[in-house]
């Protein structure tokens, strides 16, 4: 894996971990889906302008486009709603659990879906990087216990599921279509169930246009989704899905330093242990791609 690949993977982390402030920031001034569906909608509409104005060539085949149809269900639709909803019901330490469970998962469907390969070390490394989430995050599930913790646990088993299943999606079209277009697509299609769901169930005249619900909405569009989800797609032109998808552990990680410098929150000796087995887990993954590479 280049420094240049690893660079942009460690970017988009980064920019991940950044929503979870940005969201529950905005969150004060809109409804929740509605919110969703204005980040969605602003992140599509930028990738695509972009990809007109670089004359970039438009996705075509039926098959493309019912992909692009998952990715957008998947990733935007239910990603974007179990990530907005999911605050109201759980700890932020029992969502980090369930929502790190994405890699194995993305993992084990890119090995009978894609055809990747995993050696036992790759495999060590995953187990071992999700033991560092637990280690992490696990002063904050007793946190868990309150009412409506199951309805929580359910939006954010859909938001890691749709995911899943849209990066091993993106996974079987990155290099066939350009990622502008595809990115910017899959947004557009994952914004209709969203739109609809806020137009049924939300009073959109409740928006408050402040200046911090405008700066969240605009950091969450427009770096948050257009350019992360960018990064992305063009790792996965790159990289096996296995290799790329094990940096998702470094999340909560980014998330926890922005919490320390931009909050004065500190890291306890049990968090910086849980770091310290997430990074020794994206070693042995991406350990184990050497060695099959030489081996092949």
Same mark, same amino acid.
């Given at each position: 894996?280049?420094?240049?690949?690893?660079?942009?993977?460690v970017?988009?982390?980064l920019?991940?971990?950044?929503?979870?402030?940005?969201?529950?920031?905005?969150?004060?001034?809109?409804?929740?889906?509605?919110?969703?569906?204005?980040r969605?909608?602003?992140?599509? %509409?930028?990738?695509?302008?972009?990809a007109?104005?670089?004359? #970039?060539?438009?996705?075509?085949?039926w098959?493309?486009?019912?992909?692009?149809?998952?990715?957008? &269900?998947?990733?935007?639709?239910?990603?974007?709603?179990g990530?907005?909803?999911?605050?109201?019901?759980?700890?932020?330490? &029992?969502?980090?659990?369930?929502?790190?469970?994405?890699p194995?998962?993305?993992?084990?469907?890119?090995v009978?879906?894609l055809?990747?390969?995993?050696?036992?070390?790759?495999?060590g490394?995953?187990?071992?990087?999700?033991?560092?989430?637990?280690?992490?995050?696990?002063?904050?599930?007793?946190?868990?216990?309150?009412?409506?913790?199951?309805?929580?646990f359910?939006?954010?088993?859909?938001?890691?599921?749709g995911?899943?299943?849209?990066?091993?999606?993106?996974?079987?079209?990155?290099? @066939?279509?350009?990622?502008l277009?595809?990115?910017?697509?899959?947004?557009?299609?994952?914004?209709?169930?969203?739109?609809?769901? %806020?137009?049924?169930?939300?009073? @959109?005249t409740?928006?408050?246009?402040?200046?911090?619900?405008?700066?969240?909405l605009?950091?969450?569009?427009?770096?948050?989704?257009?350019?992360?989800?960018?990064?992305?797609?063009?790792v996965?032109?790159?990289v096996?899905?296995? #290799?790329?998808?094990?940096?998702?552990?470094?999340?909560?990680?980014?998330g926890l330093?922005?919490?320390?410098?931009?909050?004065?929150?500190?890291?306890?000796?049990?968090?910086?242990?849980?770091? &310290?087995?997430?990074?020794a887990?994206?070693?042995?993954?991406?350990?184990?791609?050497?060695?099959?590479?030489?081996?092949?």
């Amino acid at each position: 894996m280049s420094p240049t690949t690893i660079t942009k993977i460690v970017l988009a982390m980064l920019l991940w971990a950044a929503c979870f402030p940005l969201i529950t920031a905005g969150l004060q001034y809109s409804p929740h889906l509605t919110f969703a569906t204005l980040r969605a909608i602003l992140a599509a %509409a930028t990738l695509v302008f972009v990809a007109v104005w670089l004359q #970039r060539p438009f996705p075509r085949g039926w098959r493309t486009w019912v992909t692009l149809g998952v990715v957008g &269900l998947g990733a935007t639709s239910l990603g974007f709603l179990g990530m907005f909803h999911a605050a109201e019901f759980v700890s932020p330490g &029992l969502a980090t659990v369930i929502a790190n469970a994405q890699p194995l998962l993305a993992t084990m469907l890119g090995v009978a879906w894609l055809g990747e390969r995993l050696a036992r070390v790759g495999w060590g490394g995953l187990l071992i990087g999700f033991a560092g989430i637990l280690v992490i995050a696990l002063p904050q599930l007793g946190d868990g216990a309150r009412d409506g913790t199951a309805i929580g646990f359910a939006y954010i088993v859909l938001a890691a599921v749709g995911v899943t299943v849209s990066n091993v999606a993106i996974k079987s079209i990155a290099g @066939q279509v350009d990622g502008l277009f595809a990115m910017g697509f899959q947004m557009l299609i994952g914004s209709v169930p969203l739109a609809v769901a %806020a137009l049924l169930l939300e009073d @959109q005249t409740a928006i408050q246009w402040t200046s911090v619900f405008v700066m969240s909405l605009l950091g969450l569009a427009l770096f948050g989704s257009a350019l992360v989800y960018w990064l992305w797609f063009s790792v996965l032109e790159e990289v096996e899905l296995n #290799r790329a998808i094990v940096f998702s552990f470094l999340v909560p990680i980014f998330g926890l330093t922005i919490g320390a410098v931009f909050f004065g929150e500190r890291l306890s000796v049990m968090q910086l242990s849980g770091i &310290l087995l997430v990074i020794a887990g994206i070693v042995f993954v991406n350990l184990s791609g050497r060695i099959q590479s030489q081996h092949s």
